[in-house]
């Protein structure tokens, strides 16, 4: 089992900056890649971004692309995700998924942090 606690989020206006931590526990980090997603109200959940377990490959939603970075640090045993030019359209709960090297789907998600972008 993996355990995954997200946090720093928040309110922040539009064109303002936040970053999301995740935090895992129970098995070693560098066996998974990771994800954030989120989920705005009355939408379905959607991908935002992943990166390898190394931190050598990342990949974006074309929504975000250009404005967030996904990062980690296996010494952390932590994922982040740096959000940058926040907009409206940014409103949702942010989850963050681990996915064992060799698994195809995301087997593990944290318990979500809001993000509200507002004026």
């Known amino acids: 089992q993996v355990q995954l606690v997200e946090s720093g989020g928040g309110m922040v206006q539009p064109g303002g900056s936040l970053r999301l931590s995740c935090a895992a526990s129970?098995?070693?980090?560098?066996?998974?890649?990771m994800g954030w997603f989120r989920q705005a109200p009355g939408k379905e959940r959607e991908f935002v971004a992943r990166?390898?377990?190394?931190?050598?490959?990342?990949f974006y939603a074309d929504s975000v692309k250009g404005r967030f970075t996904i990062s980690r640090d296996n010494a952390k045993n932590t994922v982040y995700l740096q959000m940058n030019s926040l907009k409206p359209e940014d409103t949702a709960v942010y989850y963050c998924?681990?996915?064992?090297?060799?698994?195809?789907?995301?087997?593990?998600w944290g318990q979500g942090t809001q993000v509200t972008v507002s004026s």
């Open positions: 990166i390898t377990w190394s931190g050598g490959s990342t």
């Open positions: 129970g098995r070693t980090f560098s066996d998974y890649n």
């Open positions: 998924a681990a996915r064992a090297r060799d698994s195809v789907r995301f087997d593990y």
